[in-house]
Nanobody, 118 residues
């Protein structure tokens, strides 16, 4: 069983920064893809950023130039550096991982709250 544990959410003023972390633990696995999603109340969850096992990254247009996704060398953790946060940035961020545990499986973190005050 693999678990994803997120941390780093909180309250920040508009224009400020936060860094989210997501650590995978549990059964043996190898990383395929790790992502960050976010969701505003009453809206669909949206993909924010993706990093692959070979380090390639991609971003939603709404966060390009402001957010940076990275992973650790052991490929068991992913980070999201969020700069220039805006009040309209949705507030619950979820870590997602596609891991090879003897076949590809999808895992989600519990979500972490990010609140941006104007």
């Amino acid at each position: 069983q693999v678990q994803l544990v997120e941390s780093g959410g909180g309250l920040v003023q508009a224009g400020g920064s936060l860094r989210l972390s997501c650590a995978a633990s549990g059964s043996r696995f190898s990383l395929n893809v790790m992502d960050w999603y976010r969701q505003a109340p009453g809206k669909q969850r949206e993909l924010v950023a993706t990093v692959t096992s070979d380090g390639r990254s991609d971003y939603a247009d709404s966060v390009k130039g402001r957010f940076t996704i990275s992973r650790d060398g052991a490929k068991t953790a992913v980070y999201l550096q969020m700069n220039s946060l805006k009040p309209e940035d949705p507030d619950v961020y979820y870590c997602h991982a596609l891991l090879d545990v003897g076949g590809l499986s999808s895992y989600w973190g519990q979500g972490t709250q990010v609140t941006v005050s104007s």
